[in-house]
């Protein structure tokens, strides 16, 4: 504003010839008034130089103060998508953990779930060797007691049939009466039994082929002394390895279903032996799935099991590992 009211001021001037016509000042007074006048519009011009220099810095000043948003404005661009692909890792890595341990429960439950199948199964094919058992000796008894064993003949005493004494006379021999031999018993296998009670339900009673004896009792049998060379540790493993040779599909099929109630895969495969002892190896797991990013798989996890018992000794070392897949 100070520009602009200096230059009217100076245009507005008079100049000297002007003012010395006038008459009214003296040449020594006008020549100041023009001097002054050229002095005011030197001002003006200096002060508009002035004006137009703030203006350029003002113009520079605002273009920096641009240029230095543009720069913040691309800065938190660039921190905004770090933080979400910070945040999408972070739910990646979190959810995954999360799956992981789901498809450890599931392999775990599966793995419970095949071994309860397994002993189920096994314990019903040591059921029947233990019937087969006492049905054998059963019938050897019953053989021996039919066939009684034989008594040796007596031989004759001979004794003298001339009683005076004649001369000339011959002896002949006499045969001495014996008793009549009465027939042995048959030698018994019950004095070889521990639990003599047990050979008595078996061979007097015949209790083994009543129902539910056997159940109940086919322990008493495996771990009787009597019947040890039949259940020894490697004829129970040869047992078992068929057991679940045969019973695969069974086996197979409870693990898969407690796999599906547990939300997991439906594929799955279990290991046996594992190394070298009467243990399963079993492998199932869960199927991840992330739909925000695009992301399905599978999770495997691992569970071992195994059947461990004092009274049933098991040895399955020479077996050859064999897998059961659903």
Known sequence: MDGFFSRMAAELRPSRSFIRRSGRLSAAVADGVWKAGQQGRLSAAVADSQVRAERRQGARGLGALRNERGSMSLLGIGMVAMFIVLAIYLFYFYTVFIEKRQAQNVADAASLA???????????????????????????????????????????????????????????????????????????????????????????DRMHRRSGWMEDNWMRIVKERFFADEFTASRNGELLYDTIKHESGLIGGAAKETARRNEGVAGGSLLFPSEGKPKFLLESGRTLTIDAIGIREDIPALAAAGLNSKSIPIDVSGKVPFKIHW
């Open 114 to 204: 095949a071994v309860e199948t397994i002993k189920d199964v096994y314990e019903k094919a040591l059921e029947g060797r233990a019937f087969q058992e006492a049905e054998r000796l059963y019938d050897g008894e019953m053989d021996a007691r039919r066939t009684p064993s034989p008594t040796p003949t007596p031989t004759p005493t001979p004794t003298p049939s001339n009683p005076g004494g004649l001369p000339g006379a011959t002896v002949t021999p006499t045969p001495t009466p014996t008793p009549t031999p009465k027939p042995t018993a048959p030698p018994s296998q019950r004095r070889l039994f521990a639990d003599k009670k047990l050979y008595d339900e078996i061979v007097e």
